[in-house]
């Protein structure tokens, strides 16, 4: 859009027919120089505009219960419960004995441990942004302020499978467990009507449409009583890991653990790429930072608490499991009640199989918990249509929540759940490297040019870091693929290639990209690239330095590192699973394009600034002016505005940045 069709050079002040605020006036007067400096500005939408970080800084002091704001009424127990909650299920009752079948046999827990290495060097990036950008989205606002609108719809996409469809396979999990459940341990005749109307055949699950259907009325009850539910299931659920892992160990045989690899190492890495389910309820804690009590304390406590928590359980569960039985003869879907009644311990197998049926609806009651914030901070944005944005008068997200519970349903009746994992996994795995990439684009910023006159040479100076990171991220994947599948010299020689210029980025980065004295850069903390002089204003108390938040330890190496394991994972996926995460990438891109592109706040009309800085105010006029005039109107003050020469502005328009 034209930033300069609404100015009229050389009029004075006294002839304006509106009367804003003189505040406004500043706040337009300061943009409309920014227009003027930077002539690339045209009507064309930028899939790649970025979300200035004083947006959600000015969103967190001004937050307030009601209109369309949620309260913030979660404690990191209340987080923590959330994580490890929403974790726990689908990660011991569901994976572990499915990866130990299927993939890496004994040698599961060491399967566990390497996905749950990259969630730790992730899960430290997410930690440090989630309390810098402490609102509802996790990785796509995380995004949105780093890389742009078209990338953080791209990890919304991603967050989507976290959330929405990770559910829907729990839930389907869930039903055939109970099916199970009722022929092995209740003695129902397989044969007999129950069983043909619970199992009918065809891929369907109507046992699905019952936890999801109780998960919706309690989700449409409120989130105060879904977090009351959440935290006792939560403690009930550990509580009965525990019993199983200490069971497991009372059972455990040495001679289970040969051969200890029998699919290869390739089968650990395989097996790992698939337990990343397991490790996705710290992103859930970060959706829910819009919603937390002093999130700048509360979000690092509740990350890490439940990466710590949930890492240390799954692998000894994995270890327990594949000690009691050989993996062989584990059950693909009910591993530790299979493996109780395999050492003859009938009870322990009952207890396990209740409380597997009675406590793993709360995985998908948190997953849908989730999906219905995600979408209220698309709407917001305009990037979602506005209905999944509304907020009632308890502050629920009422409607978006129905919706999300619908498509979860239907996905959890017909879609059985090995046709999800890989999906789910992968999608799970691009969020991260992308909010891995968030941290280095927040904490270092590209060489600033010396002059503005040519502004594109500006723009490809400023994209330089960004550029170099899509690099790295396409390289790790490319030798992650050679790695995997050619064996041969030149496979070698070829992987040997990238990790050379992997290390090179790597380096470049580190020492050739100045690091950010105020958090975001100066670009992003302002929003616009012309405002870099003055940019502190915007973010002046979110400094690099004593500022008291999280830092991740080592950037850009930890965040480098994540990224590549994680892309190493996703390469572990077959050629069908790779295919259908482009597909579905590119069907969430299309979307962008078709309906978000046309109706992003950003784009359409930008952010307004409520509390302009009275240092933008000085570099517009050029010598101080007392704040508290500020909200008197143009009108009252037509002589002081005279006297600076100020020309005539129609106040009335929006901010653009």
């Not at 200890?260 to 389910?277: D, E």
């Not at 490319?478 to 790597?506: E, H, P, Q, R, T």
């Not at 190493?568 to 969430?588: R, T």
């Amino acid at each position: 859009m034209d930033r300069m069709s609404d100015y009229d050079n050389g009029d004075s002040v006294t002839n304006k027919a509106s009367s804003g605020t003189l505040k406004e006036y500043f706040m337009e007067e300061h943009y409309r120089k920014i227009a003027e400096e930077n002539p690339q500005a045209d009507n064309t939408s930028n899939p790649f505009l970025q979300k200035p970080l004083w947006v959600i800084t000015q969103a967190e002091a001004t937050h307030s219960p009601g209109d369309n704001e949620m309260e913030r009424h979660l404690t990191v127990f209340d987080l923590v419960s959330v994580g490890v909650g929403g974790t726990i299920g689908s990660g011991v009752f569901v994976l572990c004995g499915f990866i130990a079948h299927k993939y890496s046999g004994p040698a599961a827990p060491l399967s566990f441990a390497i996905s749950g290495l990259s969630a730790c060097l992730s899960g430290l990036c997410y930690a440090e942004l989630s309390c810098h950008i402490p609102s509802a989205g996790s990785s796509y606002a995380y995004v949105y302020a780093s890389m742009g609108e078209l990338p953080a719809v791209i990890a919304a996409a991603c967050l989507t499978l976290e959330y929405l469809v990770s559910s829907s396979a729990v839930a389907r999990s869930w039903g055939d467990k109970v099916v199970e459940w009722l022929k092995n341990e209740i003695n129902v005749d397989s044969d007999g009507l129950l069983v043909q109307i619970l199992e009918p055949g065809y891929g369907l699950s109507p046992m699905s449409l019952l936890v999801c259907g109780g998960s919706v009325i309690l989700l449409l009850k409120g989130v105060k009583e879904s977090k009351e539910v959440t935290n006792v299931i939560t403690f009930t659920k550990v509580m009965l890991v525990l019993f199983m892992i200490v069971g497991g160990f009372f059972l455990l045989q040495t001679e289970n653990f040969h051969p200890i690899m029998p699919m290869g190492f390739s089968g650990v890495l395989r097996g790992a790429t698939s337990s990343f389910f397991g490790y996705i309820g710290y992103d859930e804690v970060c959706c829910f930072a819009g919603e937390a009590i002093d999130p700048k304390v509360t979000m690092p406590k509740a990350v890490l608490s439940t990466l710590v928590i949930v890492t240390i359980l799954h692998t000894l569960a994995a270890l327990a499991l594949v000690g009691m039985q050989p993996y062989g003869l584990i059950s693909e879907t009910s591993g530790f009640p299979s493996a109780f009644e395999y050492n003859g311990v009938e009870w322990a197998a009952q207890v396990a199989a209740a409380g597997e049926v009675l406590t793993l609806p709360v995985v998908v009651l948190i997953g849908l918990m989730a999906q219905p914030r995600l979408g209220h901070a698309l709407a917001r944005d305009g990037l979602l249509p506005p209905l999944f944005g509304e907020v009632d008068d308890r502050g629920n997200i009422t409607k978006g929540g129905f919706v999300a519970g619908l498509i979860m349903t239907i996905i959890a009746f017909v879609v059985p759940f090995t046709y999800m994992d890989d999906l789910i996994s992968s999608g799970i795995l691009v969020a991260f490297c992308m909010t891995d990439c968030a941290v280095i684009l927040m904490r270092f910023e590209s060489p600033l040019p010396t002059t503005h006159n040519h502004s594109s040479s500006f723009y490809v100076r400023k994209q330089s870091l960004e550029s170099l990171l899509w690099c790295y991220n396409g390289l790790c994947f490319a030798a992650a693929l050679i790695l995997n599948n050619f064996d041969s010299y030149w496979g070698l020689g070829a992987a040997s290639v990238c990790g050379m210029l992997l290390i090179g980025i790597g380096l470049l980065i580190s020492y050739n990209f100045s690091k950010s004295t105020v958090y975001g850069g100066r670009s992003r903390s302002a929003g616009s690239s012309n405002v870099l002089d003055n940019s502190a204003h915007f973010h002046s108390k979110d400094t690099m330095e004593g500022d008291g938040y999280f830092k991740t330890p080592c950037v850009p190496l930890i965040p480098l590192m994540a990224v590549s394991i994680n892309w190493y994972l996703i390469a572990q996926l077959e050629f069908f699973g790779l295919v259908l995460l482009a597909i579905y990438l590119g069907a969430a891109a299309s979307f962008y394009f078709w309906y978000g592109a046309k109706n992003s706040v950003g784009n359409l009309t930008g952010w307004v600034l409520d509390d302009f800085p009275m240092d933008v105010v000085n570099s517009v006029t050029g010598d101080g002016v007392d704040e508290c005039i500020l909200n008197n109107t143009v009108d009252d003050n037509a002589l002081l505005l005279n006297k600076m020469s100020l020309s005539r502005r129609d106040v009335d328009s929006r901010v653009i940045t």
